[in-house]
C-alpha cells in the first residue's frame, strides 16, 4: 500500500485520538495515585503496557482477516496505539532514574516494560485469535 494524503490523514486522525487518549490516560493516574520523582513512573508503565495489548489485539484481528480495511488498519495500529503508547517517555524517565542514582528503580522499570509489553502484546493477540474463533 502506497503513501497517500487519506492514509496519512487515518494514521494522522488515530494518532491525534491517541495522543489525547495517552494524555488523559497519564493525568488521571497521576492524579490519582500521584508521581514523585524518582519514583517509579507507573503512568507511563501501565499506558504501555495499554498499548501494547491493543496493538497485539489489532494486529491479531488484522491477520485474522477482521479488520480488512488497510487504512483503518493504519489508523488503528500505526495511528491510535502509536499516538498513545511511546517508548519516547521511557528513554526520557530512564535517564532521569539513572541520573538520580536510582538505578534498581531504573533496572526495574527497563525490564518491567520490555517483558511485560511482550506478554501484554501477545495477551490482546490471544484475545483476538479467541474472538475469531467465535
Known sequence: MGISIKTLLCVGGGCFVGGVLR??????ICNRWGVTVPGMPWHT??????GC???GLFCGLAAG??????NLRLAVTAG???????????????????????YFTASAYIV???????????????TAQLMLKS
Open 23 to 28: 494524555y488523559l490516560t497519564g493525568w488521571f
Open 45 to 50: 508503565l501501565l499506558i504501555n503496557f495499554g
Open 53 to 55: 495489548l491493543f496493538m
Open 65 to 70: 482477516g477482521f479488520i480488512t480495511n488497510p
Open 80 to 102: 491510535l496505539c502509536g499516538g498513545y503508547s511511546t517508548l519516547a517517555a521511557f528513554a526520557f524517565e530512564n535517564t532521569v532514574l539513572l541520573r538520580a542514582g536510582s
Open 112 to 126: 518491567a516494560t520490555v517483558v511485560g509489553s511482550l506478554i501484554f502484546f501477545l495477551l490482546g493477540n490471544g
